[in-house]
């Protein structure tokens, strides 16, 4: 997908909508560093078992099954964020594409978020990501590092997640192919990443 690639390039405006925070941030290694901040916060506001509420702005969750949820849930918030930078800089660079899906009532509500990010490649070890931007990056770098058979071109090179069964043709295939989500034990998962990139025109 080319047009994304383009888009990538862009600087990325990063906003914090935690509570009253303004702050904006380019990458997202200092945006999830300054947002977890927020969350130590938070953590040290409330007993060990209490509620947490999260204070993304138009967001409203609750948690109550400890602080690993909100984290997870946060850190979906930092990465969708970059989602929608994403996506809106598709739109802008062509108008004709149409305008955003989601309104903007619910412009910050995700979805439920059971459990951390597992990593399904076969043989990689790699424990559960609380954070999906490093889960991301994660899977792409078994994209990059997979083994590509030489000898003839246009060899398939067969995709390592467990039971999926895709090929693809040379290493940009691959990628392209690990940026969307998987089904089978992550398969509600999936649906949610695909919906969330879909409705931002992101892939
Ligand atoms: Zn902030
Ligand atoms: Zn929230
Ligand atoms: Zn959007
Ligand atoms: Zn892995
Ligand atoms: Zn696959």
């Not at 945006?31 to 509420?53: I, K, P, Y």
């Amino acid at each position: 997908m080319p047009l994304v690639k383009r888009v990538k390039k862009k600087t990325l405006k990063l906003d914090c909508e935690w509570g009253s925070c303004q702050e904006t941030f380019s990458r997202m290694e200092k945006f999830c560093e300054h947002v977890e901040a927020h969350l130590s916060a938070v953590n040290l506001d409330e007993d060990a078992d209490g509620e947490r509420t999260c204070l993304w702005r138009d967001c409203g969750f609750c948690s109550v099954e400890g602080s690993g949820e909100l984290r997870r849930h946060v850190f979906f918030h930092c990465y969708h964020t970059k989602l929608k930078q994403m996506g809106q800089q598709v739109l802008d660079a062509q108008p004709e594409v149409g305008s955003c899906s989601i309104a903007h009532h619910n412009r910050n509500i995700i979805p439920e978020l059971p459990d951390n990010f597992v990593c399904l490649w076969e043989e990689c070890d790699q424990p559960p990501y609380e954070n999906p931007e490093w889960f991301y990056r994660h899977v792409e770098m078994h994209g990059l590092t997979v083994d590509i058979p030489q000898g003839e071109c246009e060899v398939p090179i067969r995709c390592g997640w467990k039971d999926c069964e895709a090929t693809a043709k040379g290493r940009p295939k691959l990628r392209e192919h690990l940026a969307q989500p998987h089904t089978g034990e992550a398969g509600g998962l999936s649906r949610l990443w695909r919906d969330v990139r879909k409705q931002h025109k992101v892939l």
